[in-house]
């Protein structure tokens, strides 16, 4: 344990030289995660506005605190291992890394982390900005407040270990690209990233319970919000829990068969 804490320490310090150096890659990434859900934001604040100031039990406030603390919860848990797993197939790189004596995943977590470190100093000033432009109401409850720190963190290791077993169907095909837009396409409306799912059709937010969606991102800022009850807190934890147990159990098993799979390339 002692030595992997300090390969981490060493990869972190690698990856935040590494990111340092491509200050307009980070300001293109910050972008992206800010204009999807402030443009959300714009269209709800609009619909409530002129339904008389609200939308189910979301009020313009409402809207403003769930959309800009979706847009923090999704910049602390998202990856982008599967848009680039193919590209480390074809041109050799995994090669490297299975030549190192530890998990390729490590290094993944680290570069991640280290991204999220230099950019979380931005998003904070930019939530709050949009915090006072959309008058957010943000109730803070102790006992929600308390609990968002592990949910947040079984969040971000559910969805980095279901998308990192995800991107290992590249061993199978390059062409992965379809395949990362289904999972994207399912997650914008499942996890409640287009819309609260509270205001989404029943069988849409069944289907939202049943899969990881809800538990990566949309659990987090509901439980945050004061939206759920102790129980239902509760159940949101165990769900996590048994994604997590689920995506642990499948990156064993497949990436035991992609090792078997993989052939070498690239120079």
Do not use: C
Not at 41 to 65: E, P, Q
Not at 129 to 151: C, N, S
Request: glycine share 6%; proline share 5%.
């Amino acid at each position: 344990m002692r030595d992997l804490l300090e390969v981490y320490v060493q990869q972190f310090k690698t990856t935040l030289a590494t990111q340092v150096q491509y200050r307009a890659a980070l300001v293109i990434w910050l972008i992206g995660h800010i204009l999807d859900p402030v443009i959300y934001l714009v269209v709800w604040d609009t619909v409530a506005r002129s339904s008389g100031g609200r939308v189910g039990t979301f009020s313009t406030g409402d809207f403003g605190a769930y959309f800009i603390l979706l847009m923090l919860v999704n910049h602390a848990t998202f990856t982008w291992i599967m848009y680039e797993y193919d590209y480390r197939i074809r041109h050799g790189d995994l090669s490297f890394a299975l030549l190192r004596p530890i998990h390729p995943i490590h290094a993944d977590i680290a570069d991640n982390v280290s991204f999220k470190l230099i950019t979380l100093m931005f998003m904070l000033p930019i939530a709050a900005g949009l915090a006072i432009v959309f008058r957010a109401t943000l109730p803070l409850i102790p006992w929600a407040l308390a609990a968002f720190v592990p949910a947040l963190l079984l969040a971000f290791i559910v969805r980095f270990l279901v998308e990192w077993t995800l991107a290992m169907v590249a061993f199978w095909t390059t062409r992965v690209s379809a395949i990362n837009q289904m999972y994207y396409v399912a997650a914008l409306f499942l996890s409640g990233q287009v819309a609260p799912l509270s205001l989404m059709p029943f069988p849409i937010q069944v289907v939202a319970t049943l899969l990881p969606f809800r538990w990566i991102i949309g659990f987090p800022v509901e439980l945050l919000l004061g939206r759920l009850t102790p129980g239902e807190v509760l159940m949101g934890f165990a769900a996590q829990g048994v994604w997590l147990a689920i995506g642990l159990a499948l990156l064993k098993i497949v990436w035991r068969a992609s090792v078997r799979q993989y052939s070498a390339v690239g120079s």
